[in-house]
């Protein structure tokens, strides 16, 4: 079990570095095509669009087949949709396809942990995957912005012309894609390894409509659960205003620090490294049992970013970016944990991460539209980070109300 759990948390990190790398190679790679602004938030909405539409059939693909296999499917897929990035296909369509690898290996990896350990472990577990995951994040980031610097343009690339991808690659964001592939097929060759455990949940009628129908019964009865709708909101609200952050980070740092999109990238990371630490600590300090307690801790979250729009130094940013992290990791872990807990308690892991997916992303897909009409309605972004801090707060201080005492 120990080597399985270290197998699976290995192939976790390399496929998360994969996938935070390739955000930033792919919105270089619109920026050097000169493609409309417009299209870097769409960037992510066509990549989390797959975890909205796949969602009725990911759970249950997940559920019926061992987990290590479903991850192992899951990357070749992303090796896919990377490679046709690289070979020309448009960022926009390879990052949808590397996002249908994503809303297929989601389900697997967390619905895993569920079968390797018992439940008195969750949080623990969650905090090593997470942890791991969040390290991807910062690396991702970090070589991201390497990658697609003016410093590998200028010394690295001219060295590669003999790589004939689509004509050679010749631009820094196509090094970048090429070097992120190799993280793909390393976690690929991971999954391979990871020991097969036994089905717990089989498929009674393997049929579309069916599938939607039992998506539908799992997704009223998580909501109509009191823990499962606390941990749904919760981790709901954390995925859409986080993705939207990351973005919100990049254009704010433009403005308020001067930043290029080198260093904004980079930027970017120090808040997964606030993720980290406050992840280690709810791993050591929060019992499962007291999960919903750490709710208080979405408010201060709000707070600090709202906080940031009096920043102009970027070493106070650093240092508030890293507490928004701290904060969003302590009640993040808490909430993954029971969510896992309750939903393989409903109705099996699979079936449950695959709603919590739903969930997450179409909290995505609304707050980043949102992102997109305060733009386009002339907001300043001092103005978007106040309206993001506050709404963050509010919709905390709100659910800390509503079920701060489930638990009890």
């Known amino acids: 079990m120990n080597r399985s759990f270290y197998i699976i948390l290995a192939a976790q990190f390399f496929s998360s570095l994969g996938d935070n790398a390739l955000l930033f190679a792919a919105i270089a790679l619109l920026k050097s ?35 290590g296999r479903v991850m192992f499917i899951s990357n070749s897929i992303k090796i896919m949709g990377c490679a046709a990035m690289l ?15 994503a809303a297929m290996y989601s389900p697997a990896k967390y619905g895993i942990l569920t079968e390797c350990l018992p439940a008195h472990r969750l949080v623990w577990a969650n905090g090593w995957m997470e942890g791991l995951t969040v390290g991807a994040i910062i690396l991702g980031a970090i070589f ?42 390393v976690a690929a060759l991971l999954n391979y390894y990871i020991p097969k455990l036994p089905i717990e949940h089989t498929l009674s009628k393997p049929t579309p409509g069916f599938l939607v129908t039992d998506f539908w019964r799992c997704f009223l009865l998580l909501w109509k659960d009191p823990l499962g709708q606390i941990s749904l909101a919760v981790t709901s609200l954390f995925w859409g205003a986080g993705t939207s952050l990351r973005l919100i980070i990049l254009a704010w740092s433009a403005v308020a620090l001067k930043l290029d999109l080198e260093q904004a990238t980079q930027l970017t990371a120090v808040v997964a490294v606030g993720l980290a630490i406050g992840s280690v600590v709810a791993a050591k300090t929060v019992l499962l049992e007291y999960a919903v307690k750490v709710l208080p801790l979405g408010i201060a979250m709000g707070l600090v970013v709202l906080g940031m729009v009096w920043v102009t130094d970027w070493r106070l940013a650093v240092m508030m970016l890293v507490l928004v992290g701290i904060f969003a990791g302590s009640f ?22 695959a709603v919590q997916n739903f969930n997450e992303n179409i909290s995505i897909l609304l707050m980043l539209g949102a992102y997109a009409l305060m733009i386009d309605a002339g907001f300043s972004i001092n103005t978007i980070v106040m309206v993001f801090g506050l709404f963050i707060s509010v919709t905390m201080a709100f659910l800390t109300k509503k079920h701060g005492h489930d638990q009890d």
């Open 87 to 101: 070979l020309g296909l448009h960022p926009l369509l390879a990052y949808g396809l590397v996002g249908i690898g």
């Open 332 to 353: 993040l872990i808490p909430m993954n944990a029971l969510l896992q807990h309750r939903g393989h308690q409903l109705m099996g892991s699979g079936h449950s991460i």
């Open 144 to 185: 991201g912005g390497l990658l697609i610097g003016h410093r590998v343009e200028d010394h690295v690339v001219q060295q590669l012309g003999a790589l004939q991808f689509n004509g050679g690659i010749d631009t820094a964001p196509e090094f970048a894609i090429f070097v992120i592939l190799g993280f793909y097929f």
């Open 33 to 67: 095509h000169d493609a409309p602004s417009w299209q870097i938030p769409v960037l992510q909405q066509f990549f989390v669009f797959a975890f909205i539409v796949l969602a009725p059939f990911v759970g249950a693909f997940s559920d019926a087949l061992p987990k």
